[in-house]
């Protein structure tokens, strides 16, 4: 995959998001991690409540699902502020499901690419790694 100089990378599964930025180029990716306070991820929301049962043993589905909303929201709102002007997503299959489901046509506009596999938990090597051959 060819990841744009300057682009963001969320790598997100139902529980954890990490951010990068493309320090490298198209044919050089360099991962640089990318704070939450730039990106203000303390607004990222969980779904809302959900109780919690023995009759709703999908309880902690619902609250992946909402996390991956959550995160899908908070890149909507920095791609429309023009903070995101490249993105790529990298996210556990079920996940990245859920969150095609927000996608603002803005963000669709600016996503350069998906990656449909779990890399939360993975050194930035291995995510450079899996990019590239993308």
Known sequence: MQVPQNAVIAVADGEK????????????????????????SSKIASGGPHSSSAANPDSDQQEEDGFSGGITDMLNRHVLDGTIKDLVIVAA???LGEMRKGYHKQLSAVLVGELDKDLTGHSVPEIEK?????
């Open 17 to 40: 998001l990490s951010l990068f930025q493309n320090e490298g180029n198209t044919l050089n990716i360099k991962l640089r991690a990318i704070s939450a306070e730039e990106f203000d």
């Open 93 to 95: 299959p079920r996940t």
């Open 130 to 134: 899996a990019l590239e051959s993308a």
